[in-house]
Every structure is written in structure tokens, then in C-alpha cells.
């Protein structure tokens, strides 16, 4: 038991972040696959999809998973600001992603879905762990 633990500690960070990724991931496909049920375009469904998924990613990686430290509206608008910033970015890479294994090579949406999601919580979290969610030095008063 302590072994786990120390394994926890050691690497909570990446261990809630894949946990929360993959809990992002669900919902995404979810709600992209409840769109498309309603014969939604592709692209509107992946749009819609994607800012109640950043919201949500947001909100969970904030509090659980980066421990983010802004306090007040300025530093909370500036993370946030970033945060879908790099979540646009990595969004309209998906968005390419999703565009090429459909309309290029003609294959199933919901495996490409997939396949852009796992690119994307990759992508994510290097620009969460490296820009956004910064972590202050410990030092400061």
C-alpha cells in the first residue's frame, strides 16, 4: 500500500490529469456523438462539443489536477484566457485531424473522433503543465 501511495504522490499530477483527460475524452465523444444523432453537420457537432469539453476540462484541471494557484479576476482571466487559447489551438488541430480521417480518407467519424481526442489530451497537457497552469515558486510571499 505505501508503494501505491508513493507512486501517487510521486506522479499525481499526470495520474489525475490522465483521469480527468480520460473523463474529458467520455464527455467529449458523448455529447459530439448525442449531436450527431440529430444529424448535426460534422464540424458543428466538433464545435459545439469542443467548448462545453474546454469548459469542463477547465474547470477540473484548475482545481484537481494543476492545484492553479490565480487568485482574483485579473489572474483568473489571464489562465483562463490562456488556457483556451492553447485549447483553440490544439482544437483546430483536432478539427484537422477529424477533416483528414472523414474527408479525405472516407472513415468512420467516431473512430477519427477518437483518434483526434487522444492527440488533443497529449497536446493539452504539455501546455498545461508547461505555460497555463505554471506552478510559482514556492518562495514567494
Known sequence: MKSVMTIFTKYRAQI???????????????LYGG???????????????????VLFAYLTNRVWVFDSQAHGFRELL???????????????????????GTSL????????????NVFVVVSNYVLSKLIIFKAKEKWER
Do not use: C, S
Open 16 to 30: 489525475l490529469y490522465l483521469f480527468f483527460g480520460g473523463l474529458t475524452t467520455v464527455f467529449n465523444i458523448i
Open 35 to 53: 449531436l450527431r444523432l440529430t444529424q448535426m453537420p460534422i464540424m458543428v457537432a466538433y464545435v459545439i462539443a469542443w467548448f462545453f469539453t
Open 78 to 100: 489571464n489562465e483562463a484566457v490562456k488556457f483556451y487559447v492553447a485549447r483553440i489551438a490544439t482544437g483546430l488541430i483536432g478539427m484537422a485531424i477529424l477533416w483528414f
Open 105 to 116: 480518407l472516407h472513415q468512420n467519424d467516431m473512430l477519427w473522433n477518437v483518434i483526434q
